[in-house]
C-alpha cells in the first residue's frame, strides 16, 4: 500500500508537471493563437473514404460543398471503399462538377485515401471521414499555415456533435480538452495525431514519402509520425471547426478506443527511434509521457477499483452481521471534521482545477458554447477509469495477439 | 528541417511551480491536520470536564437516592471523540505520536466512565450496560473491524449499552490491568456483564446476551 501512495503522489507530480508545461506555453503564446490568414489560397483536393455510410454521407459532402472556399480551387473525391448498403448510390447523387466518386473492392481506410489521393490534383490533400463534416470557414483557416514551408499537416478543432447519451458527452469534454491539447502540441512540436475529420496535407510530402500505410490500424497517427521523423512540422488550427458523431454505445466506443490505442502502441514501436532529443518535444517529453501517464494511470485506477470492491466486500459482511438494518446506521450529521483532507485529495482537486482551465481555454479558443456542466461531471467520475479499462485491453490485445478489424478488413499486424 | 524543443528554461519553471504547488499542498494539509488536532484536545477537555462533573454529581448525589444521574452528555461527548479519533488515526497513520498520545488520554477517559457507570449503575440499580471491547491495529484485523461495526450498531439499537473500546497494543498500565483482570489474550474480544466472549460476534448474538 506504501508504494501506491508513493507511486499516486510520483503520478500527481508528473501530471502538475505536465499540465505546467502545457499551462505555460498557453501563456507565452496565448496572443498567437488564431490561425494566420493565408496570403494565397492553395487548391485542395478533399478525399471522402466511406464504407457503410450510407444515410450519413449526404450531410457530409454537403458540408464541403458549403466551404467557404473558392469553387476552382476545390475538388471532392469520394471514395468508396466496397460498401454493401447505399453509400456508393448515395455518393453517386452528388457526382457532378468537381465532385467524383471513384469505387474499389473494400481494402480499409487508407487505401481508399492512397487512392482518392492519386486522382487528385490538388497542391493540398484534406482527408474528411463519411461519419463527419465541417464548419463552412474550417478550410480558409487552416491555409494560412501552409505558408510555412516547413509545415505539412494542419489539424482542425475537432468536436463531439450533438452529445446526446452518456458515452458521448464524456467524448465531448474528451475532445474538448483535445483542442487545448492539440493547439499546445502544436506550439510544442507534438502533435502525435493528424485525425480523420478534416486534416490537411501537402501533397508533396506524400509524393516524396509516400502514401498512407495500408497495413496500420490507425494511419492517421503514423502519417503525423512520419511527418515529424522526417523534421517537418504538424499546425492546428482551433478555429477551423469539425464535427464528428461520437460512438453512443459502449461496444462501439469500446472497440474504437481499443484500434486507437493498439495503433499508438504500434506506431510508437514502428518510430521508436523518435524517443530521442533529435526530435525535439515530441521525443524528448511527449512520447516518453504518454506511456508514462497511460502506466500510472492502469496502476493508480486498478488500486483504487481494488480498493473499491474490497470495501463493498467488506460493507456487504457489515450489513449481513447487523441483519441488514442499516436504516439505524444511517447518520446525516455535517461535520467539518470528516471531510477528507489528505495529500491525495487535495491533488486530486488540484487536477480537476487544472482540467476545467483547460476546458474553459479550449472552449474560449474554439468560441465553443455548449452545455458542459453535466458533461463535465459525467468526465470526472468515469473518464479515467474507461481511459484504463481501455489502455488495459489494448496492452492485453497486444499481448496475446488478438485479432482487430477496422471496416471489415482483419489486421494481424505486428 | 524544423525542430521545436521546450527550452530548458520552461522545464525548470514548470518543475519549479510543480514542487511549489506541491508545497502548498503540504502546507495546506498540515494546517487541516493541525485545526483537526486542536479540535480533538478541545473535545477531550470537554470530556474530562464533563466525566469529573459527573463523578462530582454522583458523589453529591451518592447519601441520596440516585434519581438526577444522568450519563448522555458525557458518553456521548467520549463517543464522539473516539469517532474522531479513529478518523484521526486513518488520516495520519497509527504510529503518529500526537494520535498516539490522544488515544492513550482517551483510554484512560474511557476507563474511569466505565468504572464511574458500573459504579453508578450498581448502587443507583440504574438499567446501563457496559461492555468492554478490545481490539488491535498492530495488523489488519478484519473481525476487529467488523465487531466495531456491530458495536455502533448496538449502541444505537440498545440506548442502555455503553462501550469502550480498547487498543489492546497501546502501552499504558490502565489497560494493561483489564487485559490481566479479564484475562485477555485474543482479538476481537468483548466483556459484557464480567463474562468474556472472544471472535467475532453478531447483532443477533448480542441480542440474546443483553
Avoid at chain 1, 469553387?71 to 469520394?78: G, P, T, W
Avoid at chain 2, 450498581?122 to 457496559?130: G, V
Wanted: glycine content about 4%.
Amino acid at each position: 500500500m506504501a508504494l501506491f501512495i508513493v507511486l499516486a503522489y510520483i503520478a500527481a507530480f508528473f501530471g502538475i508537471f505536465s499540465s505546467s508545461i502545457y499551462l505555460l506555453t498557453f501563456y507565452e503564446n496565448k496572443e498567437k493563437i488564431s490561425s494566420p490568414v493565408a496570403k494565397k489560397l492553395l487548391k485542395s483536393s478533399i478525399i471522402v473514404p466511406a464504407f457503410n455510410e450510407e444515410g450519413r454521407i449526404k450531410r457530409t459532402v454537403e458540408s464541403i460543398l458549403n466551404l467557404n472556399y473558392p469553387k476552382e480551387l476545390l475538388e471532392i473525391i469520394l471514395v468508396d471503399d466496397g460498401s454493401t448498403d447505399n453509400t456508393l448510390n448515395e455518393m453517386m447523387n452528388f457526382a457532378s462538377g468537381n465532385i467524383r466518386v471513384l469505387h474499389k473492392k473494400n481494402g480499409g481506410k487508407a487505401s481508399a485515401l492512397n487512392l482518392g489521393m492519386k486522382k487528385s490534383s490538388g497542391e493540398i490533400i484534406v482527408s474528411l471521414d463519411a461519419d463527419s463534416f465541417v464548419d463552412k470557414d474550417a478550410l480558409i483557416r487552416m491555409m494560412g499555415h501552409f505558408e510555412n514551408e516547413k509545415c505539412m499537416a494542419v489539424t482542425p478543432s475537432m468536436k463531439i456533435w450533438d452529445p446526446k447519451t452518456i458515452l458521448q458527452k464524456i467524448q465531448y469534454v474528451e475532445f474538448m480538452f483535445g483542442i487545448f491539447l492539440r493547439k499546445m502540441s502544436a506550439f510544442l512540436g507534438c502533435i502525435n495525431v493528424t485525425p480523420g475529420p478534416f486534416s490537411a496535407y501537402r501533397k508533396s510530402f506524400f509524393q516524396k514519402y509516400g502514401g498512407y500505410d495500408e497495413d496500420n490500424l490507425t494511419e492517421d497517427i503514423e502519417i503525423a509520425l512520419r511527418i515529424q521523423a522526417n523534421n517537418f512540422v504538424i499546425e492546428n488550427s482551433p478555429d477551423a471547426y469539425s464535427y464528428t458523431l461520437g460512438p453512443s454505445r459502449f461496444r462501439q466506443l469500446f472497440k474504437q478506443r481499443i484500434r486507437w490505442y493498439i495503433g499508438f502502441i504500434n506506431n510508437a514501436w514502428k518510430y521508436r527511434k523518435m524517443f530521442s532529443r533529435k526530435y525535439g518535444t515530441l521525443g524528448i517529453f511527449f512520447l516518453p509521457s504518454a506511456f508514462i501517464v497511460v502506466a500510472f494511470n492502469i496502476l493508480l485506477i486498478g488500486y483504487y477499483l481494488g480498493k473499491i470492491i474490497n470495501s463493498a466486500y467488506e460493507g456487504i459482511i457489515k450489513l449481513i452481521s447487523i441483519n441488514f438494518d442499516f436504516v439505524r446506521m444511517l447518520s446525516f450529521k455535517f461535520d467539518f471534521f470528516y471531510l477528507p483532507s489528505n495529500m491525495m485529495m487535495i491533488a486530486m482537486i488540484m487536477s480537476v482545477a487544472v482540467t476545467i482551465t483547460a476546458i474553459y481555454i479550449a472552449r474560449k479558443i474554439s468560441k465553443d458554447n455548449g452545455k458542459i456542466v453535466v458533461p463535465f461531471l459525467l468526465s470526472i467520475l468515469f473518464y479515467a477509469p474507461l481511459f484504463a479499462m481501455w489502455w488495459f485491453t489494448s496492452f492485453l490485445y497486444k499481448i496475446r495477439r488478438k485479432t482487430l478489424k477496422w471496416n471489415g478488413v482483419s489486421w494481424k499486424k505486428d | 528541417m524544423e525542430i521545436r524543443e521546450i527550452p530548458r528554461a520552461k522545464f525548470m519553471a514548470a518543475f519549479f511551480l510543480t514542487a511549489f504547488i506541491f508545497v502548498l499542498v503540504l502546507l495546506t494539509n498540515n494546517y487541516f491536520n493541525e485545526i483537526r488536532l486542536n479540535r480533538l484536545n478541545s473535545i477531550y477537555s470537554d470530556t474530562k470536564i464533563d466525566v469529573m462533573d459527573a463523578e462530582m454529581q454522583y458523589n453529591i448525589l451518592s447519601e441520596s437516592p440516585c434519581i438526577a444521574l444522568n450519563f448522555e452528555p458525557m458518553t456521548d461527548e467520549l463517543f464522539e471523540l473516539g469517532n474522531k479519533l479513529t478518523d484521526m488515526e486513518d488520516q495520519l497513520g497509527k504510529n503518529n505520536k500526537e494520535v498516539l498520545n490522544l488515544k492513550k488520554y482517551y483510554s484512560i477517559l474511557e476507563t474511569r466512565q466505565w468504572l464511574f457507570i458500573k459504579k453508578a449503575s450498581k448502587e443507583c440499580k440504574i438499567d446501563a450496560k457496559p461492555i468492554l471491547f478490545f481490539y488491535s491495529n498492530e495488523e489488519y484485523c478484519r473481525d476487529c473491524e467488523q465487531q466495531g461495526f456491530v458495536l455502533n450498531y448496538i449502541r444505537k439499537a440498545y440506548p442502555q449499552v455503553y462501550v469502550y473500546s480498547f487498543d489492546t497494543n497501546l502501552d499504558i498500565s490502565a489497560i494493561r490491568a483489564l487485559k490481566l483482570t479479564y484475562n485477555i489474550t485474543d482479538v476481537p474480544s468483548l466483556v459484557i456483564k464480567d463474562t468474556v466472549y472472544t471472535g467475532l460476534m453478531d447483532a443477533d448474538a448480542f441480542g440474546k446476551i443483553l
